[in-house]
């Protein structure tokens, strides 16, 4: 970071006030360079909460499920009640709510991995989601998130600082989360709306005069970048992309920021990084079955991603969307309806490199001597093999060992 | 040129003597703070040296301020804010009454703000399905919750804005950094009053054992690091044998690591993984009794682990109690590592990001010497010719709350009652006690400054010239008043003088004088009156220049 704006603002503090002509010039180049770099997007999705993966990825197949979960269990796919899980291939179902998904799945498009998540035994939302963002399960120290990482160790040459876009990594959050914490240019944005200066436009151009002048340091760096990315994103103006192909994405936040995330890939300013969370998966009290507060969580969820796949249409070859969450909940449900803390969850990729019509994962088994401290579902894969799987496959990173310092389980997991 | 040759005047008087300097600081300093040694050796001009003090002892100036610390004397002002005692605190108490919530244990706030988690508990053990008053009474519990966390957000940003007592709100800020706890974690917001109230304030600016112990022993940090439920191995002999009540999960580390990583001897203080699991050994059976209901610390000798210890070279006898993790906290205290960790973050916090190591020695001298009194470090470092030197000069980035604070702070604001300021401190990237990990925010300023985080600095100041933040008014600044009727030239005189402490680049004083584009070229010379007094005022507190102090 620091390196970088010392060389962008090097050659601003030649420019004083009448710095018109450079100063076109770089809003030119800032514009024409990411076309030329059109490349791969990850978009990363945080469940947090812990989402109940045994109700969204459903082993219909294993009776132990349903001895587990009398009352709230998604019944076997053509069940009477017409509410039984959408059959994927004959073990495994997606829960009802996640009906705009099942064309995915058919298309080979959408990969689940079930029994995935952290090795640490941790069952605090906090400590977990920690663990997942920082991608170093059981440290704590670790001062930077593992999607920074590969931010950082990407762009190491000089030129290509140069190159970047300042739309290289955006999450759509108040504050910049975890996951993209570190030294590598990043940003947080309630939504694009947001992202733009609250005054007049006279004002506007005598703070950037202010940026734009003076001493040479972070501060005058980070500024003009701030203008450079502010300007850019005005006159790719994303929010002109109305959603194409008939989407229709909910109008929940979740969805809206999918919604953005899409205008920012087709507005092509230079995003490789997209990240979102949505809340409202810990689910103690009265998750419902196939429907209930579960089941309207998940529907907006599938809903949202449904709407970004369809929008994003053939860009989808260079787009892939991950999910995930800190931790499973607790296999047996609990006397209030609802679920505990657990161990092992699920997750989804998608895109058009998946390696498709697969549940991907060994299924652990739900009986009792199978169980994670005899309560949760146990788990078999570990998360860092699936992210350094789709980080090192789709987006190209070559030393996925530094993005999981300490993680020696390579990225086996054989999703893409 | 002359600078120079005293800068270097100034490392042959430091290489002669040696160790000997800093007990000569340490002499004069304790005779009279307004006869500090190596005055003549301060590069900062007198003018500089009060907005530097107002800046780093304070959290920026309001109006007034310069003139007070001019005409009492900075040294004299230093001397003042190290004794809080000694200035009136009663109307900045008299703020934080209307929050009652403050001033209560624990053990009442959970009476009268239950927890979302108890109710459902307490429902579940009675029937499994939960009425629709159940529901109601659910949410009510959590919009009260969230409730008890934005007073807390509120009163610390007050406090910050109006006490005259600056430097201890600074000290409550810097310790409740280092020792950070997060309020998103369980209970924990339940344990932040008391835990500001009695572990953090009273010791500020006191001896670094006693914060430490009162940490140690606070629900709040042995919940946040789960020391709460580490229990003796189930291998080794309890003191107390008796059947566990409940689950019993063994020993947990949190605590043990990161007593040593983060709250005193640093990440490179010489420790082993043997010192942390025999650390977090010594502190089994400190825990929080019933943690959601009462939440006061007790000493559980059934969970305590019996053996003896071995930490950090010393050895803990078999068979003692409390008394181990007492032993613990002196070792740690006492140890070179310890002094030098915390005299490099308080040198860091007040001169500069790169911490002049000759200091960060001396400051670790005193911290030894005195037996780990703040105080007397402080002392050590505003005595110092570093805090006074050129190169520390506006050399720190503000945090987003520095910056809120010093922002209202300028505009004379009257303290926001509302969890609208908090918020905003929490969107420019600083929710209070909302950092997620135990290694708090960052003391180091390029942590600060990215893309996106400039944009909503900007927006922040041109909200505060634009009366969207509660309590700040530019008609209820007496200098805004009188400035908002004169011609615009004296404006920008005004704004320059009061908001940037008469620091303005040329180029930034052009920018504010012109009403224009000043990268339009002179056609647009138009505009020239198209905007008025606020306009000035937000454009100062979005500049470059107040984002440092």
Redesign the interface.
């Known amino acids: 970071?620091?390196r970088r704006v010392f060389l962008k603002s090097g050659a601003l503090a030649l420019v004083?006030?009448g710095?018109?002509p450079s100063?076109l010039r770089r809003a030119v180049y800032a514009q024409a360079l990411p076309r030329a770099q059109k490349g791969k997007v990850l978009i990363c999705l945080f469940q947090r909460g812990a989402a109940d993966a045994l109700n969204i990825v459903v082993p219909h197949g294993d009776p132990n499920y349903y001895a587990l979960r009398p009352s709230i269990a998604i019944a076997r796919p053509g069940d009477a009640s017409g509410a039984g899980a959408i059959d994927l291939d004959g073990f495994f179902g997606l829960h009802p709510a996640l009906s705009t998904l099942k064309p995915l799945w058919d298309r080979g498009l959408l990969a689940p991995v079930h029994a995935v998540g952290s090795p640490s035994a941790t069952r605090?939302h906090?400590d977990a989601?920690?663990f997942m963002e920082s991608g170093t399960p059981d440290v704590?120290?670790t001062?930077d998130g593992w999607l920074n990482r590969f931010l950082a160790a990407k762009g190491t040459c000089a030129e290509c600082e140069l190159r970047e876009s300042?739309f290289r990594a955006v999450a759509f959050a108040?504050?910049?989360p975890?996951i993209l914490e570190g030294p590598a240019?990043?940003?947080?944005?309630s939504s694009l709306d947001d992202?733009?200066?609250?005054?007049?436009?006279?004002?506007v151009?005598?703070?950037?005069?202010?940026?734009r002048?003076?001493s040479a340091?972070?501060?005058?760096g980070?500024?003009t970048?701030?203008f450079d990315?502010?300007r850019m994103l005005k006159s790719a103006n994303p929010q002109k992309y109305a959603a194409e192909h008939g989407a229709e994405y909910p109008r929940s936040p979740f969805g809206q920021s999918l919604r953005q995330i899409a205008q920012l890939v087709k507005s092509d300013v230079g995003l490789e990084i997209a990240f979102a969370d949505v809340g409202g998966w810990d689910t103690?009290?009265?998750q419902g079955g196939a429907t209930g507060q579960l089941a309207n969580r998940l529907a907006d969820f599938s809903q949202s991603i449904a709407a970004l796949v369809t929008d994003l249409g053939d860009r989808m070859d260079d787009v892939m969307i991950m999910t995930m969450s800190e931790f499973g909940r607790m296999a047996k449900q609990?006397?209030?309806?609802g679920t505990d803390h657990g161990h092992a969850g699920a997750l989804f990729v998608i895109g058009g490199a998946v390696q498709g019509h697969k549940v991907h994962g060994r299924w652990p088994g739900l009986a009792p001597e199978q169980l994670n401290e005899g309560r949760d579902l146990a788990l078999t894969t570990d998360f860092r093999a699936v992210f350094a799987d789709v980080v090192g496959k789709h987006l190209g990173a070559t030393r996925t060992d530094s993005l999981f310092p300490g993680f020696t389980g390579g990225a086996a997991a054989g999703v893409l | 040129m002359r600078h120079i040759a005293r800068l270097a005047a100034a490392l042959l008087v430091l290489m002669a003597c040696g160790t000997a300097h800093s007990s000569t600081v340490r002499l004069t300093t304790a005779s009279s703070a307004g006869d500090v040694a190596g005055r003549e050796l301060r590069e900062q001009t007198a003018d500089e040296q009060v907005k530097h003090v107002l800046n780093r002892l304070a959290f920026g100036a309001r109006p007034g301020d310069a003139e007070r610390v001019r005409e009492m004397g900075v040294d004299r002002w230093i001397a003042m804010q190290l004794s809080p005692a000694s200035i009136d605190g009663r109307s900045t108490e008299r703020f934080v009454a209307r929050f009652p919530a403050l001033a209560m244990s624990p053990e009442q706030l959970l009476a009268e703000y239950p927890q979302r988690q108890q109710l459902v508990r307490e429902s579940r053990a009675q029937k499994s399905d939960l009425t629709a008053s159940d529901s109601m009474r659910l949410k009510e519990a959590g919009r009260l919750s969230r409730q008890l966390l934005t007073e807390l957000q509120t009163a610390k940003v007050a406090r910050a804005v109006i006490s005259d007592r600056q430097l201890e709100e600074v000290m409550v800020d810097f310790w409740e950094n280092h020792f950070t706890v997060f309020a998103g974690k369980g209970p924990e917001r339940y344990f932040l009053g008391e835990y500001e109230r009695e572990s953090i304030r009273p010791h500020a600016l006191g001896k670094f054992r006693d914060l430490l112990g009162a940490v140690a022993k606070s629900p709040a940090m042995l919940y946040y690091l789960d020391n709460w439920e580490s229990t003796v191995d189930s291998a080794r002999p309890a003191l107390v044998s008796r059947a566990p009540r409940g689950k019993s999960r063994g020993l947990n580390e949190n605590y043990g690591r990161e007593l040593l990583e983060l709250h005193t001897l640093g990440v490179d203080g010489g420790y082993t993984q043997a010192d942390v699991v025999n650390v977090a050994r010594a502190f089994t059976g400190w825990t929080v009794e019933k943690p959601r209901q009462n939440g006061t610390f007790v000493f559980r000798p059934a969970m305590h682990d019996a053996g003896e210890k071995i930490v950090l070279g010393h050895t803990l006898p078999a068979g003692r109690g409390i008394e181990d993790g007492e032993a613990v906290l002196d070792i740690v205290s006492r140890s070179p590592a310890t002094a030098h960790f915390i005299a490099a973050k308080l040198v860091r916090r007040f001169v500069s990001d790169s911490a002049p190591p000759a200091l960060v020695d001396r400051v670790a001298g005193t911290f030894a010497r005195s037996g780990g009194d703040i105080r007397e470090c402080l002392r050590t470092i505003f005595a110092s010719q570093e805090f006074f030197s050129r190169a520390a000069y506006k050399a720190k980035v503000k945090s987003p709350f520095e910056l809120v604070v010093s922002a209202l702070r300028a505009v004379s604001a009257q303290p926001d009652s509302t969890p609208r300021t908090a918020q905003m401190v929490a969107r420019l990237g600083e929710p209070l006690y909302g950092h997620l990990a135990p290694n708090g925010y960052p003391e180091r300023g390029d942590a600060w400054i990215n893309t996106g985080a400039i944009l909503q600095r900007i927006n922040f100041g041109l909200a505060v010239a634009a009366g969207r933040v509660p309590g700040a008014s530019l008609a209820n600044w007496p200098d805004g008043r009188e400035l908002a009727a004169q011609p615009r030239e004296a404006q920008v005189d005004g704004v320059i003088r009061t908001i940037l402490a008469g620091e303005a680049s040329p180029d930034t004083r052009k920018v504010l004088e012109l009403g224009v584009n000043p990268m339009a070229g002179d056609s647009a010379a138009a505009n020239a009156k198209s905007d008025g007094f606020a306009n000035i005022v937000g454009l100062a507190l979005g500049a470059p220049e107040f984002q440092r102090r």
Do not use: C, W
């Not at chain 1, 151009?205 to 940026?211: C, F, G, S």
């Not at chain 1, 609990?334 to 309806?337: D, F, I, L, T």
């Open positions: 970071m620091q004083t006030m710095l018109s100063f605090s906090f989601q920690d704590k120290g001062p300042p108040a504050q910049t975890r240019p990043t940003i947080a944005m992202f733009t200066i609250r005054a007049t436009g006279t004002d151009q005598r703070l950037e005069a202010l940026y002048t003076g340091d972070l501060i005058h980070a500024g970048e701030t990315a502010v103690h009290v009265n609990n006397g209030n309806g």
